[in-house]
């Protein structure tokens, strides 16, 4: 059973960066894509960006070109470099974790516990 544990939320000034961090603890004979997602306050929860397996990357239209997503595997870590940040940008940022192959025992979804960014103005 995979647990998620998030780090690198924070208050920054509009232009500014931070790196979200995201740990998973796995059996190493479960593949999972990796995601970010958001939830500003009176909003709905949104994906941001998303990392599969095999290297490949998606973004949300609105983070594409600022956000990079990436992944050390053998630290069974993804990463969100967000750079050129904007208020509308501020959000409770979750890691998500989803099965793509494995075992009953990997289990399917799991959510981190969220970490809060702040993008002042």
């Known amino acids: 059973q995979a647990q998620l544990v998030e780090s690198g939320g924070g208050s920054v000034q509009a232009g500014g960066s931070l790196r979200l961090s995201c740990v998973a603890s796995t059996y190493s004979y479960c593949t999972y894509d990796r995601s970010w997602y958001r939830q500003a306050p009176g909003k709905e929860r949104e994906f941001v960006s998303r990392i599969i397996s095999d290297g490949r990357t998606y973004y949300a239209d609105s983070v594409k070109g600022r956000f990079t997503i990436s992944q050390d595997s053998s630290k069974n870590t993804v990463y969100l470099q967000m750079n050129s940040l904007k208020p509308e940008d501020t959000a409770m940022y979750y890691c998500?974790?989803?099965?793509?192959?494995?075992?009953?025992?990997?289990?399917?979804?799991?959510w981190g516990q969220g970490t809060q960014v702040t993008v002042s103005s």
């Open positions: 998500k974790s989803e099965l793509r192959y494995g075992v009953v025992s990997c289990g399917t979804n799991y």
